[in-house]
């Protein structure tokens, strides 16, 4: 079984107020260049990132599925589909309440399956260290 501790990095406030078409356009220094909130689909859910959570990565899922960024209205027909990254388990929690999505499980990100602004309870307590 391969295990990975990873630790969340992008703000929770910023999570919950991207637009819920998962794309945003950013006028940054870097010319304005599109961003996308981070949202897969695994088995039937939409999962959203939470930031600042230490979580440990468990065992293989399957192929989470991100949905294409089109920030700009010119989408490739090719990317229509998304792309897809590995799922993984997180110890102590529910595959239905949150995953790991990543290439690995060292660059896996957490992701929790919930609507509004209200964290499931479960997914709270790991944030607390209860």
């Not at 600042?52 to 899922?61: C, I, Q, R």
């Not at 998304?82 to 388990?89: D, F, L, Q």
């Not at 790991?100 to 479960?122: H, I, K």
Request: glycine share 10%; charged share 25%.
């Amino acid at each position: 079984m391969n295990r990975a501790v990873r630790s969340a990095g992008l703000l929770l406030a910023a999570t919950l107020t991207v637009p819920t078409a998962g794309c945003a356009a950013d006028d940054s220094s870097d010319g304005g260049a599109p961003s996308c909130a981070i949202q897969f689909t695994y088995d039937g859910r939409t999962y959203r990132d939470v930031a600042n959570v230490d979580f440990t990565v468990a065992d293989k899922l399957g192929s989470a599925t991100k949905p294409p960024c089109d920030d700009t209205g010119g989408q490739d027909e090719a990317e229509e589909a998304g792309t897809t990254e590995t799922a993984y388990e997180v110890d102590g929690l529910s595959p239905k309440v949150a995953i790991a999505v990543g290439d690995t499980p060292e660059d896996a990100v957490f992701v929790v399956s919930y609507s509004g602004s209200e964290l499931p309870p479960e997914v709270k307590r790991l944030i607390d260290g209860s």
